[in-house]
């Protein structure tokens, strides 16, 4: 059989009839948006992050726009990111007027760099022409990136942290999750993620119970908090009185009932995925010109394992041909993108990223997912073997 790079179906095998029971249930109960299920899960969700809210919304985009609507960033404002990301990252802040200011990344890792941040507002602040807000960090491949040094310069700024968790939502630091650091950490239910549903999906997580209320707010079309009610004459639902320009920004039930089953192996997943990436790590060493490096006390979801290559094309190519699946993530960098170009160009710090340009060029993602056997492991590793020989 062939290998897939990312295997649903033997997830789907394990759980069993459990989800489409529940998926069943749902249709049954009618109850098709912000159900019970999503309840549920909210607080499941919540208790699995450590943190005091988890709000659902309709996908991982929308979970990095929410707290930057309810700090009211806009036009004017500085947003510090990698431009080593997808989209996503850099989007929303586009979306709300402000400009992103694009970072650079440890070599090593591909987490932001914090002297590379350092500069970028140094920068900004020097030119003075942006006020620097809020920084995007992500855990890309699902690793934690450095949040003790990153939120040391966001503490000295005044700066708001986002850790955008969509691929390494269940990662961890010294035994933490990122929303020890973060004022707010975000994921993507998105299939292919760590943790995804059979569809479109996100959740936003936080500790602090106004900026909860106000993304609760935003969420759904900007409708009345307690405390707008309390402020207020109103006498119909509070969803029909608008305080703010919001989204519509919901999660299906037929999805909260799909990840409550898959939460509930969640843990037991990343183990399986740490398991493949340290045999992967020791066994493709000598034929790589890199194996991915995880910060010193950090646990890694593995969304992507992720090696360089010198003739990374040509390796593609080779394992194509052996029947093994590969991904470039990310091909174009973020400060290299149209969208990110004139009429509306972003910042680069320091004028280029010289990690980021090199990382894209080498990148290449390998079949990685908590059912990989030990045989397919094998056939990916001797595949890339063949290819050095
Ligand atoms: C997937 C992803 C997102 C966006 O998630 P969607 O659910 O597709 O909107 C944001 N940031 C990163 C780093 C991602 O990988």
């Known amino acids: 059989m062939a290998i897939a790079f990312i295997d649903l179906a033997a997830q789907r095998r394990r759980l069993g009839p459990k989800v489409d029971t529940a998926i069943l249930a749902v249709l049954d109960s009618g109850a098709f948006i912000m159900g019970p299920d999503v309840r549920a899960f909210e607080a499941e969700l919540a208790a699995f992050g ?9 996908n991982g985009t929308d979970a990095l726009y929410l707290p930057l609507m309810a700090w009211e960033i806009g036009p004017g404002d500085a947003v510090f990111c990698p431009s080593f990301t997808f989209a996503s990252t850099a989007e929303v802040i586009a979306w709300s007027g ?40 992500v855990d890309l491949f699902g690793q934690p990136v450095d949040y003790p040094a990153i939120k040391a310069i966001c503490v000295v700024h005044g700066l708001k942290l986002i850790a955008d968790s969509a691929q390494g939502f269940g990662c961890t630091l010294q035994g933490l999750q990122p929303l020890h650091w973060a004022d707010v ?19 936003v997580l936080c500790q602090d119970d106004d900026l909860a209320e106000a993304m609760d707010s935003y969420r759904v079309h900007g409708k009345a908090t307690a405390a707008d009610l309390k ?12 305080m703010r320009v919001g989204l519509n920004s919901r999660l299906d039930t037929v999805q909260a009932a799909v990840l409550r089953a898959k939460l509930e192996i969640f ?18 060493a000598p034929y790589v010109s890199r194996v991915p490096a995880v910060i010193a006390g950090g646990i890694s979801t593995w969304a992507q394992y992720t090696i360089e290559h010198p003739n990374r094309d040509g390796l593609a190519a080779h394992l194509k041909a052996k029947g093994v699946p590969t991904a470039v993530y990310y091909p174009l960098p973020l400060h290299r993108q149209p969208a990110f170009l004139a009429p509306n160009p972003a910042v680069v710090a320091s004028g280029s990223l010289p990690a980021t340009d090199a990382a894209a060029l080498d ?27």
């Open 185 to 203: 950490t975000t994921t993507s239910f998105y299939p292919a993620k760590p943790l995804g549903c059979y569809g479109d999906g996100g959740a």
């Open 267 to 284: 843990a037991d997943e990343i183990e399986a995925r740490n398991s493949i990436a340290a045999r992967y790590n020791a066994k493709l």
């Open 231 to 242: 402020a207020h004459v109103f006498e119909h639902e509070a969803k029909y009185l608008n």
């Open 50 to 58: 450590q943190a005091k809210h988890a709000l659902s919304c309709a």
């Open 98 to 137: 402000a400009t992103p200011v694009f970072v650079d990344i440890d070599r090593e890792t591909y987490a932001l760099d914090p002297a590379s941040l350092q500069a970028a507002i140094d920068q900004v602040l020097a030119h003075g022409q942006l006020k620097p807000r809020a920084v995007i960090a």
């Open 363 to 389: 990148v290449i993602s390998l079949p990685m997912h908590p059912y990989l056997t030990e045989a397919d492991q094998d056939a990916v590793i001797a595949a890339v073997a063949s290819f050095a020989a």
